[in-house]
């Protein structure tokens, strides 16, 4: 004998499904709504360093194009909360910053932040210091700029086979020549760049030990230490690489206030 069915018996069953249905949609609404609320605030903060590197680039008397900011990390929203970001990147092009008269173009400056302390009234106040446990820098000094410093009219710097390549005029025993050589770069304790022209030629110069002390005379006066600019972040210069598209500068700094302003 067949059993007996209430005609509404598979009601309660839609039922279910429907309200389960109706329960993960509002789980991707919700879901899809903190992930938007997540990415506005990851502009708002990118906004705000922004901001205030532009600032701090300012008081060090250097000038540059807008930072680009990004900050890394997911959730972002969590770390806002903890007032911790595990990596912050600024980009800074076309700086110039003033050295004894002259100006020092860095055509691009990386900024590489870790573990960065920025509260929520900071980011929300503009009052207050962003500071990074570390922070790592490249850059690229034009070897026009660095060329200036060395005072010297009409020398050229460029990049050969690795090496600091130097070429210009010089007057030797009153023969107008054209030396060319290399230098070895290095960083000095001062955190200048240490330029050391250790093998100069020239065409046409004189068979004649005396000719040859007035060229390595000539090589002795531009083996320099050449001052760099004040870098962003307090960033003390580690080491210097010459290549095609300049003199490649590597900085890093420990527990870096990344805006001073307030």
Known sequence: MAEDYPADGARPRRRGRK?????????????????????????????EIAKRVSQEVSKQGAQAAEPDVKVFGTPFLTQVLDGRYQRITINLRDVQAPVEGDVVRLSVLDVDARNVRASLDTLRTGQGDIVADTVNGTGTISYDSLAALLKRPGL???????????????????????ISGTADVTVAD??????????????????????????????????????????????????????????AVTADAKNVPINSVS
């Not at 050229?156 to 054209?178: F, H, M, R, S, Y």
């Not at 230490?225 to 972040?233: S, Y």
């Open 19 to 47: 309200l389960l249905i109706g329960l993960f949609v509002l789980l991707l609404v919700v879901a899809g709504l903190l992930v938007v609320a997540d990415r506005v605030a990851v502009g708002v903060a990118e906004r």
């Open 156 to 178: 050229t710097l460029g990049e050969q086979n690795g090496k600091l390549a130097v070429t210009g005029p010089a007057d030797i025993l009153g023969q107008k020549i054209t």
């Open 190 to 247: 001062n955190g200048a760049v240490a330029l050391r022209f250790n093998d100069l030629d020239a065409a046409g110069l004189p068979n004649l030990p005396m000719a040859r002390g007035l060229l390595n005379n000539f090589a002795k006066s531009i083996s320099i230490d050449v001052p760099l600019p004040e870098l962003p972040f307090q960033l003390a210069v580690r080491e210097v690489r010459p290549l095609p598209e300049g003199l």
